[in-house]
């Protein structure tokens, strides 16, 4: 029973290769949207009035292709081995994990706000939304402050 306990951590690489891949699918649909953003503004001579939440929703899909691969190499060290990364992306337990991915997602709740921002056509709307965005970001931050016993 102990040997099939101690391969069944072989499972954790499911996630490993399907968020790596998910990782990668999203940097190169980052890198098409680049192409595509910069076609748009030097057809347009940079005339476009969406172009800036064009560039805004760019860096939304960089940070989420960035999230997926921390979380990728953060349950391959945390599960398989260590490998030899940056000391800011070394994750030595699951409370490293949420901390740094809860920092990516107040990072992505940001620029889907100021895309919200941007485009304002409800001002009370975009209050509530900002309200919402400001209690979830705080409530990460709180969060990443408690060292969890994981």
Not at 43 to 57: F, H, T
């Amino acid at each position: 029973m102990e040997k099939i306990l101690e391969k069944s951590r072989n499972l954790i690489l499911i996630a490993v290769v399907s968020s790596l891949a998910a990782s990668i699918a999203a940097f190169l649909w980052g890198a098409a949207k680049t192409a595509t953003i910069i076609l748009n503004l030097v057809v347009s001579y940079g005339k476009d009035p969406l172009a800036a939440i064009s560039l805004i929703g760019l860096m939304d899909t960089f940070l989420i292709a960035t999230a997926l691969l921390i979380f990728a190499v953060g349950m391959y060290e945390l599960f398989i081995k260590d490998i030899s990364l940056p000391e800011w992306l070394i994750i030595r337990n699951l409370h490293d994990l949420k901390v740094k991915l809860s920092s990516v997602i107040i990072l992505v709740m940001a620029v889907i706000f100021l895309e919200h921002l941007v485009e304002w056509k409800d001002p009370q709307g975009t209050l509530f939304y900002g309200i919402a965005i400001a209690v979830v970001s705080a409530s990460l931050i709180a969060f990443s402050h408690f060292r969890g016993k994981d």
